[in-house]
C-alpha cells in the first residue's frame, strides 16, 4: 500500500495530543507541575486541531467524510465521538484553570482515562482481517506506548521552560512539586509495545493467502506482490527506526533526564526521537498494508 501521510500525521498527532492531555491530567491527581497545565492544554489542543486538518487531505472530496457519521459501527465515527469527548473536557478543564481553583480530581481522572481510550479507538479503526500485518492488538498497544511517551516527555519540556518567576502569584506547591508524570515508566511501556509490534510486523510474512495465480487477473501487467520480500525490505526502517531511534534512545533520554534533572535537554532529546520512530513504524505499517491475497 502506498504511504498514506495525512493518515500518518493523522495518528501521531493524535497520540501526541492524547498523550500530552492525559500526562497533564495524571500530572493534575499527583497535585504536580500547577505551572505548566495551562501551557500543555493549549499545546493539546493545537495537536488535536492539527490532526483534525490532517485527516481531511487524506480524501480528494474532504465533504464525504460526514457521509460515514451516521453509521456507529463506523471507525470514523467512533473516533469522531471520542473526539468530540475529549474536546468537552479540554474545554472544561480549561475553565477550571481560568478559575484558579485547581483542576478537581474527578476531571483529572475522567479526562486521563478518555486519552487512553481516544488513543485506543483510533488505533483499532486500522485493525482488519483483510490486511494481515494490521489486524493485531500489539498496534493499538504500540500507539497507547508512543502516546505513553510522547504526553510525560513533552509536559516534562514545557514544566521546565515555565520559570517560577514568571508567574508572582502561583502556589508554593506548584513550584516545589515533583518533575510531572512518570515519562522514565511510560518510554518503558513505549519500548516493550514497539518491540512486541515490530515482532509482529517482522514475522507476518506467513500471514498472507496462496493463490494460484502468478499475477492479478484484473491488472495482469502488474506482478503480484512477494510477502517475504516486501517484509525484509521494511527490516531496516522498522528496527533501526523505530525500536532503536523511537523506542531505545527515549528509554535512554528518559533515564539520564530523571537521574540529571535536566528535562530540557533530555526531554527534547527523547521528544524527538520517539516522534521520529512513530513516523518510521507508520510507513513501515502502511508499506506491508498488503491485501491477505497478495495481489497488490
Known sequence: MELQWPLILFTVLVAWSAGLFGAQSLAALRGDGGRAQMASLV???VLLAA??????FHLQHWERIFNGFGHLTSGITQELIAIVVVVALMVVYFVFL???????????????????VLV???????TMAARPAWDSVLWILAVLGEACVLGPVSFLVILAAVRPGDR??????????????????????NAVTAAAFAAFLQLSAGSFATVGYYFDPTHPTKAMADAAATVAGQAPLLWAGAVAVGALVPLAACFLGRKSGNWKLWGAVALAAALIGAVCLRVVFYNLGLSVFMFY
Open 43 to 45: 499545546a493539546s489542543v
Open 120 to 126: 485506543a479507538v483510533m488505533a483499532h479503526s486500522y
Open 51 to 56: 490532526g483534525g486538518i490532517a485527516v481531511f
Open 168 to 189: 508572582p502569584a502561583m502556589r508554593a506547591a506548584d513550584v516545589a512539586a515533583p518533575a510531572g508524570p512518570p515519562a522514565l515508566a511510560g518510554a518503558l511501556v
Open 98 to 116: 481560568r478559575k484558579g481553583s485547581g483542576v478537581p480530581k474527578w476531571l483529572a481522572a475522567l479526562s486521563l482515562a478518555m486519552s487512553v
